[in-house]
């Protein structure tokens, strides 16, 4: 049962419909809403945004578990969804980092601090002492992993000893160093261990119901919290055994703010004395939970958009302009074969960006350079494919035979070559992930499926188009194929 | 017919002399390591009036960083290699209020940091990266050639030429990096890969033809086999580079400037990967079946001898 080219050609003319409607920009044509998805997703060096590595800094003696490290990831995953990114990237890489891409986000300062900071929150028990903003204090909580979130521990246990347990050490190692803007500095590597009394933790940020960004009676944006039902009558306790006494609201081991109890309270506060945004940022890292183990910035990448954008048009000028150079080629020196080619290339290209789209790829320069590279790289089978008809023709092969032969002969060329292009996009792919995820990952991605399309087009169809063509005997003369009739040998038809 | 194979060793003299500079220039100076790879912070920033570098490396000396470099370019852009440099830091914004204040307001237009460990990790990964390519590829085609006598042979004469196309590329970028400042980068190191798959991409569409002439007995020598093939092979590899070449030229000129240096290493790697095709992997399988190097050995034994 033999496929007839024209029902391949029905196939090919329904699938160039189809990549084309998704080509389309926005939602043209679209009646049923079904493109609403299908977007370009647009790299990090091409719309701008921020690429980090944070790596874990356990304190000393501990280890990184598989286990918290995803529970880490999960929490930043929190932040960043409260940060109205569009199309984040947050992964685990290797054992102790975690890779965070906000594309379009243009604070990188404000990513960082958002990111990296610890939160854990505490109110502690000032033993009448008035702190001041920005003190660092010992207290008696540790850094409380999301995991151990049952909040009876501390409470009610006087001044315990400062050291021994893995959760003052941890507490310790994740120390900020001292600043008077609270929000502003992020937690890394402080090494100074505050000296000094060990203050009592009376809630912590596990015992937190929510946060949320407010106002206060002053009309100062603050933020509010709630606390958990059991919590709440340890607090309304402790709050009403010490009215007229202050109390200190720490982060991260500082003190952000200090007040004197005025009433006995029992499951809503507020934390005052912030910025606006320091009040959005707070919110948002206390609802994420605290992170499990404090993390540094190892690697960053920020790119403004001014330089995503030139980029991009620069790259569609030099691909319209390779493209050009490549059919003109092509028609100069194949002729008709040579015409099919270059339709067959536009529809190639036409199904690679429906697939950029469909999968989706992230389109990066290296990417569009990828694109455009395999651009040379389609017209490859079909040269070898026409070289090969050319042969055949040469030796005086009937047409129809000579393009039959020249497919078959080429195959196993065009299928053995490409392999081993795949082959080092996949291992450009794995190398990709390490470096910079999706500027690298864009290019073995964009480069393995252009040579994987171009496959397809080069066997399926240029052949359906050279066969549909040939049974017109208008084509019939060798000179569409670039051949002068004295070139052809002249021991016609000897078969084979 | 052309004669390709009979001067063989005109094409291994002529590889050697583009290779030999290169990698002198490498054994002297090495490449020129980005921040990719050895730690360190790439400041990229648009001032709002023309600057010198010097200007900006005093301002950096006078906040502790005596080792920076500073390159400008078109539209007012400066370009500053330092030491890493943490975004959000402290030491961040006091920087960037101290050329603020000196050079007045500016749009950065991006900031690249890499810890030093990381840095050497990711070094690592590059040379695997390389490594694992080279054998894939080699089991690859060996599997492609099963059929063959030899197919280990076809493999290493494709790895051969293909070494011959990184070396070309790593020599010549050694140079530039000593001579126009040149770096090497992770994208450097994906231009590799690529050259290496089209490198032996083109070396097996020529072998292709060679096993297919061989099971034709297409001629009645080995040796004239393979030039046969190569005469075959040689319009379709021309102009498959010469289309590849057009579209990377494109890039090249109007791509702009954060990839130019990419597509430079791939458009050599491609030139060169076509001509180690053509030149080195064929005429080295004829090498090897010919016993050529066996014959030196034995005729250089045989001069020894009487002496």
Redesign the interface.
Known sequence: MRIRPWQTLIVIVLLSLAAIWVDLPGQRLDPFGWKRNITVRQGL?LQGG?Q??L?ARPPAGTVVTQEVLEGTRDTIERRVNGLGVSEPVIQTRGNDQILVELPGFQD??????VL?RTALLEIIDTQGQFLPVGTIVNTTAGPAPEANATPTPTAGTATPTASATAASSAAAGATPQA?TTPGA??T?EATATPSGPVYETIITGADLKDAYPTTDQFGNLVVGFELKPEAADRFYQYTSTHIGQPMSIVVDKQVINTATIRDAIRDRGIIQGLSAQEVRDLALQLKSGALAVPLE????????P??GQ??IQ??I???L???G??AL??IL?YRLPGVISVIALLLYTAYVFALFKLIPVVLT??GI?GF??S???A??AN??IF?RIR?ELRLGRPIARAIEEGFN?AW??IR??????????M??F???R???AT??QG??LT?FIGVAVSMFTAIVVTRTFLRLLLTRPFFRDVRWYGIAPSQVATAQATGD | MLDLVGKRYYWFLLSFLVIVPGLISLAVHGLRLSI?FTGGSLW?L?MSRPVQPGEVRQVLAQHGIDDAIVQTADNNVVLIRMREL?????EK?QLAQALRDTFGDF?????????P??GI??RN??IA?VA??TL??LG??AW?FRNTNNPFLYGIAAIIAMLHDVAVVVGIFSILGWLRGVEVD??F??AL??V???S???T??VF??IR?NLARRAAPTFEEIVNYSLV??L??SL??S???????L??Y????E??RT??LA?LIGIISGTYSSIFNASQIVVVWENRELHRLFARLRGQHAPA
């Not at chain 1, 053995?416 to 996009?425: A, L, Q, R, W, Y």
């Not at chain 2, 943490?86 to 402290?90: A, D, I, L, Q, V």
């Not at chain 2, 010469?242 to 990377?248: A, I």
């Open positions: 060096d921020i980090l590595v790596q990188p300062e404000r990513a960082v601090r990296q600043t500095t992020p890394p910035v190892v690697q960053s990448r920020t790119v403004g001014t330089l030139d980029s620069k790259s000028i030099a691909g302009v390779g493209l150079l490549v080629f092509m020196y320069l290296p350079a455009i590279l651009i040379g790289m017209v490859d040269v070898l070289a042969e002969h196993p060329s053995d070559s490409n392999i081993s292009t795949m082959i080092s996009c291992i450009l794995w190398f990709g390490y470096v910079g500027i690298i290019f073995a480069l | 990719d990229e648009r943490k975004e959000g830091s402290p914004n749009t950065e237009l991006r900031l690249e940091s890499v810890g460990t990381l990790a990711i990964r590059a990266a694992l390519t894939g590829i690859y085609i492609a992770a994208l190191v994906t890969l690529t290496i798959g089209f032996v991409h083109d097996i569409v292709d033809r297919e075959q092979t319009v379709r102009n498959t010469l289309t590849v070449v057009f579209t990377l494109a890039l000129l109007f791509g702009g954060t990839i990419f597509v791939l």
